[in-house]
């Protein structure tokens, strides 16, 4: 991998780039919420943040909720398809149910798709699942730091709605969940593709027409 300079950043330099900026938000708010017992809370774009209240996420309180049920059960459910065989991430975003990772077989692949599909309240189930060995400990921390870049990258970005979306990142694929217009969803895979060390780009959104915004704009 070759890595370049930053604009703005030279070695010994006192100041950092904006995208470095927030990164280093993103870290400090992350490493901040930590240290707090049952409860985190980060600034995005403006809200704060704190379990479920989120002011500024396009889904209704009622399906934050479900969304965080889904993926506490979606821990059992995995354990009893696959037992300990493969490695698996499952997002879950107003009832879409993304699952990412590794398996051993094509078997196991389906076993847990269809795991998920079985939960109550899932609308669906995307499954991006590959059939390889499991990521190394290596590949899952430079994914975990790509994810920061990106979700830094979107910070800075004016017009972009912090909690309307997810980032989920595996292999160095970037995926976004979200409800989102037709026009942010090209802008937010745009700028989530222009972060290098990002392989690919998958959109995961749920696309709201003007006159759904407009309603959530409402309440």
């Given amino acids: 991998m070759r890595f370049r300079n930053l604009p703005g950043c030279s070695r010994g330099a006192p100041f950092l780039s904006p995208v470095w900026r927030s990164v280093g938000i993103v870290l400090c708010a992350s490493l901040g919420a930590a ?23 396009r889904r209704t309180s009622g399906s934050q ?8 059960k979606a821990r059992s459910r995995l354990k009893a398809a ?32 269809q795991a998920m599909t079985r939960i109550e309240g899932v609308k669906s189930v995307v499954n991006e699942v590959v059939e390889k060995p499991n990521s190394s400990l290596t590949e899952r921390s430079s994914d975990a730091i790509l994810s920061t870049k990106v979700k830094a990258t979107l910070f800075d970005a004016k017009g972009t709605l912090s909690n309307a979306y997810k980032v989920v990142v595996e292999r160095k694929v970037v995926y976004l969940m979200g409800r989102v217009t037709d026009v942010e969803s090209g802008s937010i895979a745009d700028l989530a593709s222009s972060v290098p060390g990002v392989d690919k780009v998958v959109r995961v959104f749920e696309i709201l027409g003007e006159d759904e915004l407009k309603e959530l704009r409402a309440r």
């Fill in 82 to 113: 696959v037992g300990d065989r493969g490695h698996f991430n499952i997002t879950s975003y107003n009832r879409v149910v993304l699952i990412t990772g590794e398996a051993s077989s094509e078997a196991d692949r389906a076993a847990v798709e």
């Fill in 65 to 72: 909720l479900e969304d965080q049920a889904i993926e506490f």
């Fill in 35 to 57: 240290a707090l017992s049952g409860c985190q809370v980060l600034l995005l774009g403006g809200a704060a943040v704190g379990g479920t209240m989120i002011a500024t996420d």
